[in-house]
């Protein structure tokens, strides 16, 4: 049990430095708007989405935040991966910017695995006293 609350708050810590603390610091400067713009996409759009980041990754390592709320993060998270390698592989072609989310994404399984295993030990411990 030790070992599975460890790994799932290691990568859930992770994913909140990248999705939420990276992006909150960083997406005004001149480098992530050229990024979003270069995928075609409108400064806009940049903004709305770091905004949901973060508040995809405050519900994920928030103990508190309703077991549904954490699986809608999980859901925005997987599918934010998914279309930015989609973007990258259709407008830059194979690289490793193209396979990065989806490394991210390997992440963000194994803290939803874990997730999952523990809030389903807490339910049955629950139960049972």
Known sequence: MKTDKT????TTILLFMMEGIMPALTFQTEMAQQGISHLGYPVYFGNALVVFKIL???????????????????????????FASISHFAIDGVHFQSFFP?????????????????????????EVY
Do not use: C, D, H
Request: without cysteine.
């Open 56 to 82: 995809g990754a405050l519900a994920l390592v928030i103990p508190q935040v309703p077991k549904r709320f954490k699986e809608l993060a999980y859901a925005g998270f997987l599918f934010n991966f998914l």
């Open 7 to 10: 790994i799932y708050w290691v």
């Open 102 to 126: 989806l490394l991210i994404l390997l992440v963000l399984g194994i803290s939803f695995m874990y997730y999952q295993k523990l809030y389903s030990l807490r339910t049955i411990t629950q």
